[in-house]
């Protein structure tokens, strides 16, 4: 509350969480990019699903090697939006990467929150074990038959579909989402102490609010 008071008196909108590359999109814009053929996109997508990791490997050495040299050759997102650009428009997705930070109409302020480690990883765990016991297996449950979906191989989901098709059991399910969780914030943390724009404050600091206040 007293934070949002302080950010209606300073004119101060804020934006919480969100992956790296949401961030970095929202603060240093995106490249122009033309529109990919979807049924061009459907097709490389069934191929995927059908065909695999490796599959989709050849098929960009074989028709995008300025990607294959420097992309991400096992982020299978990052392959599949390359191979299906490259095929609608006829050209890599590099050509398209100017790496130019556009001018933004805000000031921006990144402030990240940490803990210490070990009280990190118990309130993970406790998270897990809230969301168990607010439906998440149910909710899973429900997703099951789009468990093909790339959106949905995620922390959480995964690990639940494995237990629903007889691979583990529901124990050793759940201990897997938090070891993955744990796993996630870990890389998080990594990814965010890259970018040195960032101000870091302890979350449980009683004096947290006041020194987000000297940086509005």
């Known amino acids: 509350n007293q934070l949002a008071l302080i950010f209606e008196k300073k004119d101060v909108a804020i934006v919480c969480g969100g992956t790296g590359l ?8 995106l490249d122009d990019m033309p529109p990919v053929n979807p049924e061009i996109e459907q097709r490389i997508n069934a191929e995927f699903a059908e065909k695999g990791i490796q599959w989709l ?13 420097i992309g991400e050759m096992n982020n299978p997102t990052r392959m599949l939006r390359a191979l299906i650009f490259k095929l609608s428009v006829g050209q890599s997705i590099s050509s398209y990467r100017t790496g130019i930070v556009k001018k933004r109409p805000f000031r921006i302020i990144k402030i990240a929150l940490d803990l210490p480690r070990e009280l990190l990883y118990k309130r993970i765990n406790l998270r897990v074990d809230m969301m168990v016991q607010n439906g998440l297996i149910k909710e899973a449950e429900a997703l099951l038959p789009f468990k093909q979906l790339k959106n949905l191989n995620t922390v959480g989901y995964a690990e639940l579909f494995d237990y629903f098709d007889g691979r583990c059991d529901l124990t050793f399910a759940i201990e897997k989402i938090k070891q993955h ?3 996630y914030a870990k890389r998080q943390i990594t990814w965010f102490k890259k970018d040195h724009s960032f101000h870091w404050l302890i979350a449980n600091d009683p004096e947290i609010v006041k020194k987000i206040e000297q940086f509005l």
């Open 57 to 69: 490997q050849q098929q960009l050495y074989s028709v995008d090697e300025d990607f294959a040299t």
């Open 181 to 183: 969780s744990r796993n």
């Open 22 to 29: 949401y961030i970095k999109a929202l603060c240093e814009g």
